[in-house]
Nanobody, 124 residues
């Protein structure tokens, strides 16, 4: 059973930084793409970033490119989202997701496993 557990959310001022972690367990993620999504109140779940577990290739939404680097630590089975230069519009619940495939996908429907989410609030 795949389990994804996010941590690291919180309240931060605009311009600040947070690092989200996603601890993954339940199987070997060699042929997986791991992603981060976010959902603000009243809005659809939005793709943020993704990383291939094996090769470490990354893919970003335009809105976060250059600000939110994604990375993974294979021995720790953990995926990170370093969020820098945060803006009030980054406020959302952030979710970790896993996709059992090697190609990229930005649709939430393409990811099979999800964490419970962690709240990120950016004050102006």
């Amino acid at each position: 059973q795949v389990q994804l557990v996010e941590s690291g959310g919180g309240l931060v001022q605009a311009g600040g930084s947070l690092r989200l972690s996603c601890a993954a367990s339940g199987r070997t993620f060699t042929n997986y793409v791991m992603g981060w999504f976010r959902q603000a109140p009243g809005k659809e779940r939005q793709f943020v970033a993704a990383i291939s577990w094996s090769g470490g290739r990354t893919y970003y939404a335009d809105s976060v490119k250059g600000r939110f680097p994604i990375s993974r630590d294979i021995p720790k089975n953990t995926v990170y989202l370093q969020m820098n230069s945060l803006k009030p519009e980054d406020t959302a619940v952030y979710y970790c997701a896993a996709r059992p495939a090697l190609n990229w996908a930005v649709s939430a429907y393409a990811y099979d496993y999800w964490g419970q989410g962690t709240q990120v609030t950016v004050s102006s």
